[in-house]
C-alpha cells in the first residue's frame, strides 16, 4: 500500500486481484482506481510476460477526494 491513488490497467496477464479484504479474478482489459493507503495486490497466474501501465497521483490532485 502507498498513499497514492493508482489507476492500473492490464495490458497482457490473468490471475488473482486481492485490494484491501477482497480477491477477485483479473484479466486483460482491465482498469481499477485503487485509493490511497489500500493494500493491493496482483498474483499472475502464469509464468509468462505481464504487462500493465499504472499511473499514480497524490490524493490532492482531485479536490474532491
Not at 497482457?12 to 482491465?30: C, E, I, T, W, Y
Not at 496482483?42 to 490532492?60: G, I, M, S, T
Request: aromatic share 14%; glycine share 8%.
Amino acid at each position: 500500500y502507498h498513499p497514492e491513488l493508482e489507476i492500473t490497467w492490464v495490458v497482457k496477464s490473468q490471475g488473482q486481484r486481492l485490494v484491501g479484504d477482497r480477491a477477485g479474478r483479473f484479466r486483460p482489459g482491465d482498469l481499477v482506481l485503487i485509493g490511497p493507503n489500500l493494500p493491493h495486490q496482483y498474483r499472475n497466474e502464469f509464468n509468462d510476460h505481464a504487462e500493465a501501465k499504472v499511473v499514480q497521483f497524490q490524493p490532492d490532485f482531485f479536490p474532491c477526494w
